[in-house]
């Protein structure tokens, strides 16, 4: 990432790698990523360093503090690559290229705790903003009680209807958030990410997660919107929500 965390739908920004090189490419010096006992595709680490690589490229380097970051529900540093801050288009694991699907499909797994995408509707003239059809997530969302579906209209930054460079209006897509029928607390320990936050220093963001513990998860479809200027304030309670891991979050306060 290379701005603040605002949403996982934000527009694209270049996803040109940083550099080429190699030494990733010999893992006795780079070691593939583990999390949970699992290894994390394009991602490799060593040190206070975390890399997301593919090929000979470097996409993007973290550096996170020494002392080792909780692992919260539902974060995940796969979660970053449908980040708005900096993006990658590769094949996921799931072997999905459909955005909008991967996120649903990851809510629902457990594997990110909330997400923002799009969904389209039937319409004779399709804008294809979004290849996920909305009568297929409400059908999947349904299946999972546990969670709610939030739709709004597609707008844009003034709160004026989508138009294309024609001038037509896009009326064929809404905007969907999908949360756990819980709060922040509930959902994850929140507290033991806050005491991590305070003891590397972010007394602050500590607080602003220690707070935002009561909020119910799919209240923060408007925080999260894809045109939203901005989301909460807190980097911790962002990344929190959206799945991305404290370490990841924190190395954006600290370098």
């Known amino acids: 990432m290379t701005m603040p965390i605002v949403s996982n739908t934000q527009p694209r920004e ?10 990733h490419l010999d893992a006795t010096r780079w070691p593939q990523l583990t999390e949970r006992g699992r290894l994390v595709r394009g991602w490799v680490s060593r040190g206070q360093q975390v890399k997301a690589v593919s090929g000979r490229w470097t996409h993007h380097t973290y550096i996170t503090p020494t002392l080792a970051a909780p692992t919260p529900t539902g974060s995940s540093w ?25 996120i649903l499909h990851r809510v629902v797994s457990g594997d990110k705790l909330c997400g923002a995408f799009l969904a389209r509707t039937p319409s004779d003239s399709p804008s294809n903003f ?32 989508w138009t294309l460079q024609d001038g037509t209006v896009v009326t064929d897509v809404v905007r969907c958030w999908i949360a756990p029928r819980a709060t922040l607390g509930s959902a994850c320990d929140v507290d033991e990410v806050a005491r991590w936050y305070e003891a590397i220093g972010l007394e602050g963001e500590a607080d602003a997660l220690v707070d935002a513990a009561s909020t119910y998860l799919p209240d923060l479809a408007n ?20 799945g991305y891991p404290p370490g990841s979050t924190a190395s954006l306060n600290l370098w």
């Open 14 to 23: 270049s996803v040109t790698a940083f550099f080429p090189h190699e030494s």
């Open 78 to 102: 796969s979660n970053l690559d449908l980040c708005g801050g900096w993006r990658r288009d590769w094949m996921c694991p799931e072997g999905l290229t459909n955005e909008d699907w991967v």
């Open 130 to 161: 979004s290849r996920l059809d909305l009568a297929t997530v409400r059908t999947i969302v349904d299946a999972h009680v546990d969670f709610q579906l939030v739709e709004t209209p597609f707008l844009n930054r003034d709160g004026q209807p």
């Open 223 to 242: 925080r999260f919107d894809a045109q939203a200027p901005a989301g909460p304030a807190s980097f911790a309670i962002t990344g929190l929500v959206l």
